[in-house]
């Protein structure tokens, strides 16, 4: 897979992109990522990306030519017309925008089955709206809160999406077995105790010392009896759901044992 991402502060990525399992990934040639200035699409001397918004208001905004000429340098082919209406089926163009679709789990996983994202830093006040109407085929956002632009955002969704690739990790079960993982959980698909419930959060884990300052790692981890750790630790993880995150337990899909779960919990 390929990632190019365009910003005006290619500095920025020098660091995100150089450690943990991007870097690895990079280094065997499954992820590959590009960094391109803004400004080199530009034409007057002073490289100007952002202007003035039209109807007054405070700030500036990121012209759409130097982004519309960045992306359509990066995908020749590609007009004035979104990726997928252009013959790019396995190419995502990302606009990074506070005022986007929340990215989730799902999202990464939609995104690992491209060939290709391309992803556009937002910056000041925004970014021309046509770009987002014309040329994105997503707009996506981290979070509701706002920053100061989309690098950040973009080197999260580069991390998210990454580690979803095949051979990005050294055991693949890990991107099954996290929070937000919806593993077994597909439309139409069986729901277990064990995968059921799409967004509920990661069980606790522990590991040695056995006790540390006077806090001891739960009995039932010790018991070897698996059928009782894997209760626990689903138990454990829908109460932390609970407790953290209620708003997931309402699109979950909980089985049986879950509801049963849930009620002793509530119990307690």
């Known amino acids: 897979m390929r990632f190019d991402i365009i910003t005006i502060f290619p500095e920025f990525f020098a660091g995100p992109l150089d450690y943990g399992i991007v ?20 034409h007057d001397r002073h490289k100007t990306v952002d202007d003035r918004p039209f109807g007054g208001g405070e700030g500036m905004v990121l012209k759409p030519e130097p982004i519309f000429e960045a992306v359509e340098s990066l995908l020749p082919t590609l007009s004035a017309e979104n990726a997928e209406r252009m013959g790019h089926p396995n190419v995502a163009i990302v606009l990074l925008s506070a005022a986007g679709k929340l990215f989730r789990q799902e999202t990464a996983r939609r995104l690992a089955g491209l060939e290709r994202v391309v ?21 996506l956002s981290i979070g509701d809160f706002v920053l100061s632009g989309g690098e950040l955002p973009a080197a999260m969704v580069v991390d998210a999406v990454t580690r979803l690739l095949p051979g990005a990790l050294g055991n693949e079960d890990s991107s099954v077995n996290e929070s937000f993982s919806a593993a077994g959980n ?58 953290n995150r209620p708003d997931l337990l309402a699109g979950a899909a909980l089985s049986n044992e879950d509801r049963r779960l849930l009620a002793e919990l509530q119990k307690e």
């Open 23 to 42: 870097r690895r990934a990079r280094e065997a040639g499954i992820a590959e990522v590009r960094v391109h200035d803004l400004r080199n699409w530009t």
């Open 186 to 243: 597909e439309p139409g698909g069986p729901v277990t105790s064990e995968s059921a419930g799409r967004g509920i959060l990661d069980y606790p884990h522990y590991t040695r010392p056995q006790e540390f300052r006077g806090w001891a790692v739960p009995d039932v981890l010790m018991s070897g009896n698996h059928e009782q750790i894997r209760r626990w630790r689903r138990k454990m993880a829908l109460a932390k759901t609970l407790r």
């Open 119 to 139: 992803l556009i830093c937002g910056r000041y006040e925004g970014v021309d709206e046509r770009v987002a109407e014309h040329l994105a085929t997503d707009e």
